[in-house]
């Protein structure tokens, strides 16, 4: 990479280490280490919320989605705007008016501290596995430039990060996530405003051979439970996950507690609410884009470059016969595309829809041969697929200009270190507030809980480092994070359903919550075609039911 992409890299990542050490300054209490004295603005909140979704893992694993199948994987999102209207009036004022720290305490409050010990130990496990995935995205990146190991790149992240969350508090991690917007929206558009320039065809004629790929396809009315992105899935799956994630999740939950107000920790949420389901369909849109550029260009056949040489080294002969037939099918693919671009400016319908057609055909032969290779690679790595994730990158480092490598690997890297950062924070608090501070020493002072907070927060940094090395094997990155939380996410938010109903009572939530966990893993252990977002309607609907029931008995 080129000293300039260095130099941008270096810069912006030294401003957001030296400014966020800067704003801890005076923290001598866990309150302002935690929760930032509860004084921040509604718009700095609101940004955070926002940023710690648009990490490092968006940047590279939608993109990548976007560019494989298009842009349907919007529809995941169809759900948050209901869900943040439903939590602005039941959940934020109940937990910023009960001046807790964690999500968790609430629940103490209305049932016992079982139940609290139980969800708030979920929380950790669904949100320390998901802080490894976060990590892994940009180890990623970092493996296809300079061909280190996975795990010396997820160390070269982790382990700055680790530090800097230790030394730091939620009001540093806070104002990182606003820089970390500025950057990754200023990105996205430089990236956009690239391929659309640099784009051979018109704009228009593009999009149409987008679409006749199945990329600009969006909505997919299908009731069926097996198919992982439709609008069913979305409005229903995704509004159980996005409710629980807004509402239950610590990582999310301490953003809004750090708002100055109930009014203010709502407008926070609903800038969430306005803008996530734009900024998502730009980032897939992004992804479109590479895909319709590589149209135009030598597109690699295999886009991880690791998995790519073993093949080459493994078996020379099916790797060159791939290669030759890879090669054949780019070709006729970007001659059947120019042949629909030119019939389209014909203006003759008919001839067209002919064209789009044949283009089609290139277009499943050229997949075809990528399946092959993909299967291939994994046969001779004895590893899954993870090839999507390497889409962004390749394109980004061969074919930007000057200085768009760095400051693209800038938001990257600085998307990776705020989202593990507030991660992190939220999994010290869990930590310290429902275990250490309620369990083994009430009446610690500040200055010691300060101390323990830190050393939680090394242990799961550690301890996420280790979950990146296995989550970068998975498959899509984005994919990864989500189907880890949906795993937890319904039972947990069947318990906060609960927890709002009076006839509910502490043995039904306790029995209710691990009756939603086991009714999921058997889902997904006997059934895992069904797709992972059901799981948080099975585990809400689970545990609302069966601690109704048992409360009834108890009663």
């Given at each position: 990479?080129?000293?300039?992409?260095?130099?941008?890299?270096?810069?912006?990542?030294?401003?957001?280490?030296?400014?966020?050490?800067?704003?801890?300054?005076?923290?001598?209490?866990?309150?302002?280490?935690?929760?930032?004295?509860?004084?921040?603005?509604?718009?700095?909140?609101?940004?955070?919320?926002?940023?710690?979704?648009?990490?490092?893992?968006?940047?590279?694993?939608?993109?990548?989605?976007?560019?494989?199948?298009?842009?349907?994987?919007?529809?995941?999102?169809?759900?948050?705007?209901?869900?943040?209207?439903?939590?602005?009036?039941?959940?934020?004022?109940?937990?910023?008016?009960?001046?807790?720290?964690?999500?968790?305490?609430?629940?103490?409050?209305?049932?016992?501290?079982?139940?609290?010990?139980?969800?708030?130990?979920?929380?950790?496990?669904?949100?320390?596995?998901?802080?490894?995935?976060?990590?892994?995205?940009?180890?990623?990146?970092?493996?296809?430039?300079?061909?280190?190991?996975?795990?010396?790149?997820?160390?070269?992240?982790?382990?700055?990060?680790?530090?800097?969350?230790?030394?730091?508090?939620?009001?540093?991690?806070?104002?990182?996530?606003?820089?970390?917007?500025?950057?990754?929206?200023?990105?996205?558009?430089?990236?956009?405003?690239?391929?659309?320039?640099?784009?051979?065809?018109?704009?228009?004629?593009?999009?149409?051979?987008?679409?006749?790929?199945?990329?600009?396809?969006?909505?997919?009315?299908?009731?069926?439970?097996?198919?992982?992105?439709?609008?069913?899935?979305?409005?229903?799956?995704?509004?159980?996950?996005?409710?629980?994630?807004?509402?239950?999740?610590?990582?999310?939950?301490?953003?809004?507690?750090?708002?100055?107000?109930?009014?203010?920790?709502?407008?926070?949420?609903?800038?969430?609410?306005?803008?996530?389901?734009?900024?998502?369909?730009?980032?897939?849109?992004?992804?479109?884009?590479?895909?319709?550029?590589?149209?135009?260009?030598?597109?690699?056949?295999?886009?991880?470059?690791?998995?790519?040489?073993?093949?080459?080294?493994?078996?020379?002969?099916?790797?060159?016969?791939?290669?030759?037939?890879?090669?054949?099918?780019?070709?006729?693919?970007?001659?059947?595309?120019?042949?629909?671009?030119?019939?389209?400016?014909?203006?003759?319908?008919?001839?067209t829809k002919a064209a789009l057609g044949l283009y089609k055909q290139t277009e499943q032969a050229v997949g075809a041969v990528r399946t092959e290779a993909l299967a291939e690679a994994a046969r001779v790595t004895g590893q899954s697929s993870r090839d999507v994730n390497y889409i962004i990158p390749r394109f980004v480092l061969d074919h930007l200009p000057l200085g768009f490598a760095g400051l693209f690997l800038a938001a990257v890297l600085a998307a990776a270190m705020s989202s593990i950062a507030a991660e992190l924070n939220s999994l010290s608090t869990a930590t310290v507030v429902d275990f250490y501070q309620r369990r083994v020493k009430a009446d610690g002072s500040d200055a010691h809980y300060l101390r323990v907070s830190k050393w939680a927060t090394a242990l799961w940094g550690a301890f996420a480092c280790v979950v990146a090395t296995y989550a970068a094997t998975l498959g899509s990155l984005i994919e990864v994070v989500n189907r880890f939380g949906s795993f937890f996410y319904g039972s947990i938010l069947g318990v906060?359903?609960?927890?709002?109903?009076?006839?509910?009572?502490?043995?039904?939530?306790?029995?209710?919550?691990?009756?939603?966990?086991?009714?999921?893993?058997?889902?997904?252990?006997?059934?895992?075609?069904?797709?992972?977002?059901?799981?948080?309607?099975?585990?809400?609907?689970?545990?609302?039911?069966?601690?109704?029931?048992?409360?009834?008995?108890?009663?």
């Amino acid at each position: 990479m080129h000293w300039i992409n260095w130099v941008i890299v270096v810069s912006y990542l030294t401003f957001v280490v030296w400014d966020g050490l800067r704003r801890t300054r005076g923290t001598t209490n866990i309150e302002g280490y935690f929760l930032a004295n509860r004084s921040l603005p509604w718009w700095a909140v609101g940004l955070s919320v926002m940023a710690t979704q648009l990490s490092a893992v968006t940047l590279i694993g939608t993109t990548g989605q976007g560019a494989t199948d298009g842009l349907k994987f919007v529809q995941f999102y169809f759900g948050l705007p209901i869900a943040m209207v439903i939590l602005g009036v039941t959940l934020v004022p109940f937990l910023h008016g009960a001046k807790v720290y964690t999500a968790y305490e609430f629940l103490e409050r209305r049932f016992d501290a079982k139940t609290r010990t139980l969800t708030s130990l979920l929380f950790l496990l669904s949100r320390g596995m998901s802080c490894g995935a976060i990590i892994s995205a940009p180890a990623v990146v970092l493996s296809a430039i300079f061909g280190w190991s996975l795990t010396a790149c997820v160390a070269l992240i982790g382990v700055p990060t680790v530090i800097y969350t230790v030394l730091g508090g939620v009001q540093a991690v806070t104002w990182a996530d606003v820089k970390q917007m500025v950057v990754i929206v200023g990105t996205m558009t430089g990236i956009i405003v690239v391929l659309v320039m640099r784009m051979p065809v018109p704009i228009d004629d593009a999009f149409a051979l987008a679409g006749a790929a199945g990329r600009l396809q969006v909505f997919d009315f299908s009731f069926n439970l097996t198919n992982q992105y439709t609008f069913w899935s979305g409005i229903i799956g995704g509004t159980f996950l996005m409710l629980s994630y807004f509402g239950t999740d610590q990582s999310q939950v301490q953003r809004y507690l750090t708002a100055k107000s109930v009014d203010e920790a709502r407008s926070s949420l609903l800038m969430s609410a306005y803008w996530k389901i734009p900024l998502q369909a730009a980032i897939l849109l992004i992804g479109v884009l590479v895909f319709l550029f590589f149209l135009f260009q030598p597109a690699p056949m295999l886009y991880n470059p690791t998995h790519d040489r073993a093949v080459q080294e493994a078996s020379p002969e099916v790797h060159a016969e791939l290669s030759a037939r890879y090669g054949a099918a780019v070709a006729a693919r970007e001659v059947a595309a120019r042949e629909a671009v030119t019939v389209r400016a014909a203006g003759d319908a008919v001839a067209t829809k002919a064209a789009l057609g044949l283009y089609k055909q290139t277009e499943q032969a050229v997949g075809a041969v990528r399946t092959e290779a993909l299967a291939e690679a994994a046969r001779v790595t004895g590893q899954s697929s993870r090839d999507v994730n390497y889409i962004i990158p390749r394109f980004v480092l061969d074919h930007l200009p000057l200085g768009f490598a760095g400051l693209f690997l800038a938001a990257v890297l600085a998307a990776a270190m705020s989202s593990i950062a507030a991660e992190l924070n939220s999994l010290s608090t869990a930590t310290v507030v429902d275990f250490y501070q309620r369990r083994v020493k009430a009446d610690g002072s500040d200055a010691h809980y300060l101390r323990v907070s830190k050393w939680a927060t090394a242990l799961w940094g550690a301890f996420a480092c280790v979950v990146a090395t296995y989550a970068a094997t998975l498959g899509s990155l984005i994919e990864v994070v989500n189907r880890f939380g949906s795993f937890f996410y319904g039972s947990i938010l069947g318990v906060f359903i609960l927890a709002m109903i009076k006839r509910a009572r502490p043995l039904g939530a306790f029995v209710g919550l691990i009756a939603g966990m086991t009714a999921v893993g058997v889902i997904s252990w006997q059934v895992p075609s069904i797709a992972f977002l059901w799981h948080n309607v099975t585990g809400a609907v689970v545990v609302v039911l069966v601690g109704l029931g048992i409360s009834a008995f108890e009663g």
